[in-house]
């Protein structure tokens, strides 16, 4: 399904959410991101409030891989269909390679893509391992990879916690990183690297 149509009123609603709860959220270094190009924006997975923050700070419409059950969970299942995410399936090797090369048509027609590479939320702020796939789905695409920081949300609302605390959330952009920059788990880990450092500098000036 085309979730196009849909994209302004979701980023609306999603600026709704953090802002009712008391979430500022900032965004700094859209200025890297070339208009009309197709990324990978590689995240750190923080909380069940990234999706709401993640969302409205891409500026191009996006979509993401997201576990075949998720789909049938009340009203985000119903969410996630109406904008298109790609449902893939654990330990379906055949499925999920047809699920890459959906999201690599997706990506030559002018969407871009999420990917949290670790896999899971942190429970300490530091960052995981990073897995290959969503870089495995850069090079079949052709498409450079953005590391995304989000810095600040896990004092907003930390993993296993669904308390909201109001407060300030910096989302910031680094410098694309060309997909023949090596292979997957080069790209991995030099994503890795630079959403680090982002963590570790935060906004300067702020």
């Known amino acids: ?3 196009r149509r849909y994209d302004k009123w979701g980023k609306f609603v999603c600026r709704r959410v953090t802002g009712l709860a008391g979430v500022e959220v900032r965004q700094h ?3 890297k991101l070339g208009p009309g190009e197709s990324y990978i924006f590689a995240i750190n997975h923080v909380s069940l409030l990234d999706l709401f923050v993640v969302f409205q700070s891409i500026p191009y419409f996006h979509r993401s891989f997201q576990d075949e059950s998720h789909f049938k969970i009340p009203v985000y ?3 996630i269909r109406v904008f298109g995410q790609v449902p893939v399936r654990r330990n379906d090797k055949e499925f999920n390679r047809r699920a890459f090369d959906k ?15 670790e896999g899971h939320r942190t429970r300490d702020g530091r960052l995981g391992k990073f897995y290959p796939g969503g870089f495995r789905l850069a ?7 953005v590391p995304m920081a989000l810095k600040g949300l896990r004092n907003v609302c930390p993993a296993g916690d669904w308390r909201i605390r109001p ?16 292979t997957p788990e080069e790209l991995a880990q030099k994503s890795r690297a630079a959403l680090n450092e982002l ?8």
């Open 1 to 3: 399904m085309n979730g």
């Open 29 to 31: 270094g859209l200025d």
């Open 199 to 206: 963590l570790r500098k935060g906004v300067t000036g702020s």
């Open 103 to 117: 999201a690599a048509e997706m990506l030559h027609s002018g969407d871009s893509f999420v990917v949290f590479p």
């Open 77 to 79: 299942g119903g969410c």
């Open 139 to 145: 090079k079949l695409a052709g498409v450079p990879v």
């Open 167 to 182: 407060g300030r959330v910096d989302v910031i952009f680094g410098d694309p990183i060309s997909h023949e920059a090596g």
